[in-house]
């Protein structure tokens, strides 16, 4: 007998964890399983004023950004910015709730071209005197 589905309602609530949607082999979770990205919150804390200025977005949570726009060959910040609104296993990664907005994208590029001038920067020898 042929079944037919009803179409999900709008209105329909469901109760569930996003931890029970990311599949336990997905490579989002066997990051997290040997990185312990704290490391980056303390590496950038002196680069942040505590007293002055508009709330940073979070650190760690840029990195991981940037990370999966390497890991899963994601090309364009705008790009990345639409995956991560609707893949749960990203959200999971980076610690967001299904509801929680995504930076939007011109965020992104201005955190990443900031970034490269650090690495830059820091890249090379400080000048004597």
Known sequence: ??????????????????????PQNHLVRKIVKVIDFEFIREAVAPLYCLNNGRPAEDPVRLFKIMLLG?????????????????????????????TEKVID?????????IYRFLIILLSRPLPKG
């Open 70 to 98: 390497y890991l899963f060959g994601i090309p364009s910040e705008r790009r990345l910015v639409q995956e991560i609104q609707v893949n749960l296993a990203y959200r999971w990664f980076l610690g967001m709730g299904l």
């Open 1 to 22: 007998m042929l079944k037919k589905t009803t179409p999900a309602t709008p209105e329909k609530i469901e109760q569930i964890s996003l931890d029970a949607l990311v």
């Open 105 to 113: 994208a011109v965020g992104l590029m201005t955190v990443k071209s």
